[in-house]
């Protein structure tokens, strides 16, 4: 960039050149144009400071804002990885509970599978001990995973009556001693009646609710006294409530007269199990 002399200054040279004899001397005409050259060069100067100052100040804003963004990229990273680690811990828990209850769920299988084994065994040993009986009067069936002895009234009672005939008892003390020492089996004991009102004025009996009861209650007495724990067996009474088949024919009323002696394994395991979820 040229740099010119200002007027004095020219002026001074001028006077210089005079007096050692050089004439020289700049015209007034070009020194105008190099002052005006001088005044633009200065202003172009000027214009390119201002400029750069305004560069410098975007690069110091654009920086900042950088930083400024970097910063919350960091923030919101450093928020990624802390959700990102308790999303890891929340699918560790889960999965160490997906194993808990799956370990559960194949302990109440193994405990099921060892019910059915011992309720098909349990009918099997009853079946056997029952044998020779006839099966219009005594049945031996599984239903539910329970084993349901079936004992028509014709094998048990006389009609009406709340004593068991020899023939019966003999039965009941056959599934007594096959029951003998299985404390995990809990044996119900249900009277079951027709739906014909009992004999008005039959001695300590109002309806069939008391026949079916004291049935089941002797029933029970029979069982224990040939061995079984009292606290093992329950009688109840069902009266003409549950059927087996409709009241409407002397055929289907003798099925309904019955008394059911219902056998099931206890499952206490299985409900520890169950509570603990």
Request: aromatic fraction near 4%.
């Amino acid at each position: 960039m040229k740099y010119f002399l200002p007027t004095p200054v020219l002026h001074a040279a001028c006077g210089f050149a005079v007096l050692f004899g050089t004439a020289n001397c700049i015209s007034q005409k070009k020194y105008t144009a190099l002052q005006g050259q001088y005044t633009d060069a200065t202003r172009a100067r000027e214009q390119l400071q201002a400029e750069k100052n305004a560069l410098e100040q975007e690069k110091s804003r654009s920086e900042e804002a950088l930083r400024t963004s970097l910063l919350s990229k960091n923030q919101q990273v450093n928020q990624l990885n802390s959700s990102l680690s308790g999303a890891q811990q929340e699918n560790s828990q889960l999965s160490a509970d997906l194993r808990s209850k799956e370990q559960r769920i194949a302990e109440m299988q193994r405990i099921l599978e060892q019910k059915d084994a011992a309720v098909k065994a349990l009918r099997q040993k009853v079946g056997d001990a029952l044998l020779g009986f006839n099966s219009q009067d005594l049945q031996v069936t599984v239903r539910n995973g329970k084993v349901y002895v079936s004992l028509s009234e014709q094998l048990l009672f006389k009609s009406g009556s709340t004593k068991v005939d020899p023939k019966g008892q003999e039965a009941l003390a056959k599934l007594a001693t096959a029951l003998k020492g299985n404390q995990d089996v809990n044996v119900l004991v249900e009277g079951h009646t027709d739906n014909v009102p009992i004999a008005k004025g039959t001695a300590g009996m109002r309806d069939n609710w008391d026949l079916s009861v004291l049935r089941a209650t002797e029933i029970t007495r029979i069982l224990t006294q040939a061995g079984l724990p009292a606290s093992q067996v329950t009688p109840s009474g069902r009266a003409q409530y549950v059927p087996v088949a409709i009241n409407d024919t002397p055929a289907n009323k003798a099925l309904n007269r019955r008394t059911e002696i219902i056998l099931t394994p206890k499952l206490d395991e299985l409900f520890q199990i169950l509570e603990q979820n």
